[in-house]
């Protein structure tokens, strides 16, 4: 019989031709596999991308060993794989749940009538979700002359693997690519600034936003009006002052007044000078 696993009954019988007495025998055996299983491993199954579930009796296939020739590896005996995978550290997962990026080990066995093959493989977890980048929603201003890189109109950048991207610490990793020319902060104007955010994985998202590069004429005049702004308030509460009673008690309140606005005049030229050296 060629049936595994099955009892067989053999009788023999032994005859004694000259007294024509016969003996009988019966032998009982069992057919079972004596060859090691055999699993064969998917190559092109050992790659997932983060969040994907995996089924990792996709890996490999295994066979019993007792082959014939319409099976020469012999019966599927698939169902019967165990699989235990490990991170880079040797700490087994729980691989019924998403696993994060990364690669991993795979160790799968089969066992046979008491004899075992054992496969191990490197399981390819792939990070496919771009980084989020949020950058301001107004027009940037940047002082004439000031510093300016392409990181300054970014609030956040954050990656689901790599984490903060402003404040990453991967060795040898640049997130921020930009794709505009860099801004000449001595030549006033409008800027758009394009660029690009990686995470480490390579996966990448575009952003932009809008710079403004102050003219210092500008600048001087903006600042002119709120020092005219708050002159024309002293020279009002002087106005009010001056209104009160004769027995000197607002001298102290007018002499104050008079120092602020002295000190007003003195810091529109100051801010004039500055500016306009800076210009020039």
């Given at each position: 019989?060629?049936?595994?696993?099955?009892?067989?009954?053999?009788?023999?019988?032994?005859?004694?031709?000259?007294?024509?007495?016969?003996?009988?025998?019966?032998?009982t055996y069992i057919v079972t596999d004596v060859r090691t299983p055999i699993i064969k491993l998917n190559n092109n199954a050992f790659f997932?991308?983060?969040?994907?579930?995996?089924?990792?009796?996709?890996?490999?296939?295994?066979?019993?060993?007792?082959?014939?020739?319409?099976?020469?590896?012999?019966?599927?005996?698939?169902?019967?794989?165990?699989?235990?995978?490990?991170?880079?550290?040797?700490?087994?997962?729980?691989?019924?749940?998403?696993?994060?990026?990364?690669?991993?080990?795979?160790?799968?066995?089969?066992?046979?009538?008491?004899?075992?093959?054992?496969?191990?493989?490197?399981?390819?977890?792939?990070d496919t979700e771009k980084p989020r980048v949020q950058v301001v929603d107004y027009i940037l201003k940047v002082p004439y002359g000031g510093e300016w890189t392409v990181t300054t109109g970014i609030l956040a950048a954050v990656d689901n693997n790599d984490g903060d991207l402003l404040r990453h610490n991967i060795p040898g990793f640049e997130p921020f690519v930009l794709l505009s020319d860099p801004i000449d902060t001595t030549k006033p104007g409008r800027y758009n600034v394009e660029f690009d955010v990686y995470d480490s994985s390579g996966n990448k998202v575009s952003a932009s936003y809008a710079v403004q590069v102050v003219d210092p004429l500008e600048d001087l005049q903006d600042r002119f009006d709120d020092i005219e702004d708050q002159l024309s308030d002293i020279q009002d509460s002087l106005v009010d002052q001056g209104g009160g009673d004769d027995t000197g008690g607002c001298q102290a309140p007018a002499s104050t007044a008079l120092v602020a606005f002295a000190s007003g005049i003195g810091l529109l030229a100051s801010v004039a000078f500055v500016v306009l050296r800076r210009k020039h």
């Open positions: 019989g060629d049936k595994l696993n099955t009892n067989y009954v053999v009788r023999i019988d032994v005859t004694n031709k000259v007294t024509q007495s016969t003996s009988t025998i019966y032998l997932a991308t983060q969040g994907q579930e995996l089924k990792l009796y996709n890996l490999a296939t295994a066979t019993d060993g007792y082959g014939n020739k319409s099976m020469p590896y012999g019966n599927d005996i698939s169902p019967r794989l165990t699989f235990v995978v490990t991170d880079k550290n040797g700490a087994v997962l729980d691989y019924t749940r998403p696993l994060p990026a990364g690669r991993f080990t795979v160790v799968i066995t089969v066992e046979n009538q008491g004899r075992v093959d054992k496969k191990i493989g490197t399981l390819v977890v792939a």
